[in-house]
């Protein structure tokens, strides 16, 4: 482990490594759905491989050649060897006192040369086409075409001083390897003529023709011996090579959706070893790690934080028990700004442990419990939805009844006894009426798509009605401040749109705007709303609705219940405003949440909603 590793700071934001921001819908682990992915990553981890090198930085020498041209070099540079030998042979017979025939000497020479040069040339240039599988016709003539003539010439020149009958077999093995069946083929062909050419000359001058004649015939079939074996060896290794470079490209495409489903998952995974130290960890986890955005890039050290101390206590015990380490647990982070984050946790190992072996680096996966607590209680509130819609329906209209039999009573009414007790029915008839319209509103069912809507004039129509509905001033005075300058229209970049029911976006605003107003230090600019654009490059995919106040903040209990049905700090409150902000951000495919800030915030409580953008107009 690299001791010079620095930990990350986890209360740095999103300037602190990858933001992060593309997030997926999951599931928690509890059904193993994506831990295959997961663990794949994990054993990449162990061996990481080098960076990727782009083309462009990378020269032509530095590339591995494909297959063929590997194969090619080798046959040029047999045969530049053989150039050599029979220079060495040559000189040799001379120093001996053999001295060869000009002819001899001369084609010795002639073919070390033009083998040499063909040998050089290749090295200095790259393929041009690195697909090719078999010699192009001015390659084989300046390689077997000049072998078959050379050797059959050497042959007929030296006759019976010396058997170079053999090195017929080098471009008939060159053909079969480097060319197709046929064209093999026909090269043992030709050597076996020149052979039983030679053969009939050598004959012509006193030799025994039956002798030379069965030599030649031998040494013939050898080389269409050769020319099958080597041509059906060379097809079986390109089958070969064709098969493990498909599984290979399979195996790549494979660890990519891998890496990819693991990027996109909306729980955090890590991949941590003995010392603490994190090799991989996904978008997901480095934002569970920090109280604000996200911590840097792995590889990181767990230990030396003291927020992330329950991580590395874990890690211990998953090592020292490998037996209960899937065994899901919680855990609690504490940040330096006091605020704290609930943890589940499941640690697993890449090997089976029946193995009896622990491996270096273990998977752990990790997801906010109120993120788990959130999907335990929706199968509940998905039932409960629907047995409330039939029950609201069955409430209005006797509801309706009674307000209209207290309106007749309340004609009737004489005595102040009486008004304050039909005032007191009807104040009552319509807290009820209010939360029969709030369980409608969120019920089930099919609705038109929302429109497109420009959500910088929508949000700001909102906020001056909601404004002079609470008869706030304006001004630097005000409590309520107003900043969208960050989605202002500019060159090459329109105002937000967004798909959302204006009347849902308007209570949704409202909702949380009343929360403010009853919960702030009535301060000038103690209220402030804004939108921003979410992190996510030149073109963001997300706009963010921010409300923001200067109250006490939400202590952790409340916290975790803000967005649960019937769930209110008020006594007159029905504990549905939030849950019905956040039924309605999702019917449009957007989220609602809470933060908190740290102390040196002025506005430490934050509400705020992301919505998907919409494509801008087209002309």
Not at 492 to 510: I, M, S
């Amino acid at each position: 482990m690299p001791q010079n590793t620095v930990p990350p700071d986890p209360m740095r934001g999103p300037a602190g490594g990858p933001s992060g921001t593309n997030e997926a819908q999951g599931s928690w682990f509890g059904g193993h759905g994506h831990e295959d992915e997961a663990l794949t990553v994990a054993a990449d981890a162990r061996h990481p491989a080098p960076p990727a090198t782009p083309d462009t930085n990378r020269s032509d020498k530095g590339r591995r050649p494909p297959s063929f041209f590997r194969i090619y070099r080798a046959f040029l540079t047999a045969r530049a060897a053989l150039a050599i030998l029979l220079i060495g042979i040559t000189a040799g017979a001379w120093l001996l006192g053999n001295r060869p025939s000009t002819w001899v000497l001369g084609l010795t020479l002639t073919y070390s040369v033009l083998t040499l040069v063909v040998w050089w040339w290749p090295s200095r240039r790259a393929p041009r086409n690195p697909e090719q599988r078999s010699l192009k016709h001015r390659q084989a003539l300046a390689t077997i075409g000049i072998d078959l003539a050379a050797f059959a010439w050497l042959n007929f020149l030296t006759g019976s001083n010396l058997n170079s009958q053999a090195l017929l077999a080098l471009p008939v093995l060159m053909a079969a390897i480097l060319m197709p069946r046929i064209m093999s083929l026909g090269v043992a062909a030709a050597a076996t003529l020149n052979l039983l050419a030679a053969a009939w000359l050598q004959s012509a001058e006193g030799g025994n023709l039956s002798s030379l004649m069965t030599q030649a015939g031998l040494t013939g079939f050898g080389l269409f011996a050769v020319a099958v074996m080597g041509s059906e060896l060379a097809g079986r290794l390109a089958r070969e090579e064709r098969t493990a470079k498909g599984s290979l490209e399979l195996a790549r495409q494979q660890a990519q959706l891998n890496r990819l489903v693991i990027e996109e998952m909306a729980e955090g995974v890590m991949v941590t070893d003995r010392q603490g130290r994190v090799r991989t960890a996904n978008p997901a986890a480095r934002r569970l790690l920090a109280v604000h955005g996200s911590t840097g890039a792995p590889p990181f050290q767990l230990r030396g934080v003291p927020a992330w101390r329950p991580l590395v206590q874990a890690v211990e015990q998953a090592f020292a028990n490998p037996s209960h380490a899937d065994v899901g647990h919680e855990l609690n982070l504490r940040f330096d700004d006091q605020s704290s984050r609930a943890l589940r946790l499941r640690v697993r190992f890449t090997k089976g442990r029946e193995d009896q072996a622990i491996e270096d680096v273990c998977v752990m996966f990790i997801e906010d419990l109120r993120t788990v607590m959130a999907r335990q209680r929706q199968d509940k509130l998905a039932a409960m939805g629907r047995m409330s819609a039939g029950i609201a329906h069955e409430i209005r209209n006797p509801l309706s009844a009674i307000a209209q039999a207290n309106a007749l009573m309340g004609e009737d009414a004489t005595t102040p006894t009486q008004k304050r007790l039909t005032q007191m029915v009807a104040d009552n008839v319509a807290r009820l009426q209010h939360i029969v319209d709030d369980v409608l509103a969120v019920a089930p069912g099919l609705r038109p798509p929302a429109p497109a809507i420009d959500l910088l004039e929508t949000v700001a129509a909102i906020c001056n009605d909601w404004r002079q509905t609470e008869g706030l001033p304006m001004g630097p005075d005000s409590p309520f401040e107003i900043d969208l300058s960050a989605c202002k229209p500019q060159a090459g970049r329109p105002a937000p749109r967004v798909r959302f029911e204006p009347d849902h976006l308007h209570r949704v605003l409202v909702n949380l705007l009343d929360n403010a107003v009853r919960y702030n230090s009535g301060q000038p600019g103690a209220i402030l709303v804004s939108l921003r654009y979410q992190a996510g490059g030149n073109s963001p995919r997300a706009v963010v609705l921010s409300v923001r106040s200067d109250g006490e903040v939400i202590n952790h209990d409340t916290e975790q219940s803000l967005f649960e049905p019937f769930f209110s700090t008020r006594s007159r409150g029905t504990g549905l405003g939030l849950y019905i902000c956040r039924e309605l951000c999702e019917r449009h495919g957007a989220s609602i949440d809470y933060r908190q800030h740290p102390g040196a915030v002025r506005h430490r409580n934050e509400f705020f909603v992301t919505m998907p953008q919409e494509p801008p107009l087209t002309a």
